[in-house]
Antibody, heavy 120, light 113 residues
């Protein structure tokens, strides 16, 4: 079955960077986009971007351009999210999510989430 | 960006009763090329990631109970839980995938009365 397993919680200081990983299994990793979505405490969901590792193709939300980088390692079925110049407002649970079949961007499997806390 | 709104913010429904959640998009998410609505619904239980319930506004994901149904077109959509069960207590989100950036509604919390 499809599984997405994310790296553990992080605590960072303002201005620092964080890199979160997502290990996929149970499907052909290079054929489906992996998206990153975050959820601040008590808030809704916010999309950051996606990667299709098999096509070396990425797309980012304009809001995060210049601060976000999504990368992947097809040989290891890993996707990464790196967010730089962290602010307290970036404190959130960060989820990776698998694109549903058919390439249209909605999400049929999610990782367990990685809590990133930004605090001085 | 397409802004998604939901109503109500929360609702309390008795077991076995109907729950209705509304979602509105700031512009149409209906494609004229295929006559499909680019709208999905997710359920998020406390401490868990979201779970896909509905896509194309009305197609249930495999394994989702048939008490969950989606309807609507253009800018106005509804998620209905026909007979609420205890395990349906959760926050429900709509998401448009018509245009980038992908955007979600603010969520509707469903509680058991």
């Amino acid at each position: 079955q499809v599984q997405l397993v994310q790296s553990g919680a992080e605590v960072k200081k303002p201005g620092a960077s964080v890199k979160v990983s997502c290990k996929a299994s149970g499907y052909s990793f290079s054929d489906y986009a992996v998206h990153w979505v975050r959820q601040a405490p008590g808030q809704s969901l916010e999309w950051l971007g996606w990667i299709i590792t098999g096509k070396e193709n990425t797309k980012y939300s304009q809001k995060f351009l210049g601060r976000v980088s999504i990368s992947g390692d097809t040989s290891a079925n890993l996707a990464y999210l790196e967010l730089s110049s962290l602010k307290s407002e970036d404190t959130a649970i960060y989820y990776c999510a698998k694109n549903a079949p058919g390439s249209l961007p909605f999400f049929d499997s999610w990782g367990q989430g990685t809590l990133v806390t930004v605090s001085s | 960006d397409i802004v998604m709104t939901q109503s109500p913010d929360s609702l309390a429904v008795s077991l076995g009763e109907r729950a209705t959640i509304n979602c509105k998009s700031s512009q149409s998410v209906l494609s004229s090329s295929n006559n499909r609505n680019y709208l999905a619904w997710y359920q998020q239980k406390s401490g868990q990631p979201p779970k896909l319930l509905i896509y194309w506004a009305s197609i249930r994901e495999y394994g989702v109970p048939d008490r969950f149904s989606g309807s609507g077109s253009g800018t106005d959509f509804t998620l209905t839980i026909s007979s609420l069960q205890a395990e349906d207590a959760a926050v429900y989100y709509c998401q448009q995938y018509y245009d980038s950036p992908l955007t979600f509604g603010p969520g509707t919390k469903v509680q058991i009365k």
